[in-house]
């Protein structure tokens, strides 16, 4: 079966202006994960979705970033007004209990602000 | 800041030696989880060892978890070519009563075999 998968694989934007990043988790995973990684650094959690609520937003490091669930499936990470520091890739990830604990992730999108 | 630590950061070994990683943590943890990252097939789940657990083998892989000293470690044997990548310790802690869990990762060791 299909993975997680991402869009775009790449996104180049011009600092101030709005993106959004798509994530497709695996079929009937409940739960959907977003982390950022800068480059060189381990990832930092952004927001947790369980089904379409989002019980922890504590990793989303400003309100320029929003992220939403429908339909329990896609997600959609979208940053405004970007800015130079957003820079990273944004990794999404999903999980079903029945994995319980192992998170499976996607491939990424490398988000550069110039 | 990261609830892990991986240590070293940069690690080189020869192919066919073995390889540890070590990790430390701060707080309280359900399960401690070991992945790897590479550029050909991104980050990949490898092993996980619960609390309670204090030892655990998968293939070539050995994870030990001293929940005293909240530290962890990653022993990769008889190291191939192909097991260069970023290894990176990630630990659970739960946050909602689905059963579904967060994970805070450390900032990671870069593993290089030298063939």
């Known amino acids: 079966g299909a993975g997680v998968s991402q869009s775009p694989s790449n996104k180049v934007t011009e600092k101030g202006k709005d993106v959004e990043l798509r994530c497709d988790p695996i079929s009937g995973h409940t739960a959907l994960y977003w982390y950022r990684q800068s480059l060189g650094q381990g990832l930092e959690f952004l927001i947790y979705f369980q089904g379409n609520s989002a019980p922890d937003k504590s990793g989303l490091p400003s309100d320029r970033f929003s992220a939403e669930r429908t339909g329990g499936s896609v997600s959609t990470l979208t940053i405004q007004r970007t800015q130079q520091e957003d820079s990273a890739v944004y990794l999404c990830?999903?999980?079903?209990?029945?994995?319980?604990?192992?998170?499976?992730f996607g491939p990424g999108t490398r988000l550069t602000v110039l | 800041s990261q609830q892990g630590e991986e240590d070293p950061q940069a690690l080189s070994i020869q192919e066919g030696e073995n390889a540890t990683m070590n990790c430390s943590y701060k707080?309280?943890?359900?399960?401690l989880q070991w992945y790897r990252q590479n550029s050909g097939r991104g980050l990949v789940h490898l092993i996980l060892i619960r609390s309670n657990e204090r030892e655990k083998h998968s293939g070539r892989l050995r994870v030990t978890l001293d929940t005293s000293k909240k530290s962890s470690s990653l022993l990769i044997t008889a190291s191939r070519a192909a097991d260069t990548a970023s290894y990176f310790c990630?630990?659970?802690?739960?946050?909602?009563?689905?059963?579904?869990?967060?994970?805070?990762f450390g900032t990671g060791t870069r593993l290089t075999i030298i063939p």
């Open positions: 990830a999903s999980s079903s209990r029945a994995t319980y604990n192992e998170q499976f």
């Open positions: 707080t309280s943890i359900n399960n």
């Open positions: 990630a630990t659970v802690r739960p946050i909602s009563n689905f059963g579904n869990e967060k994970l805070t």
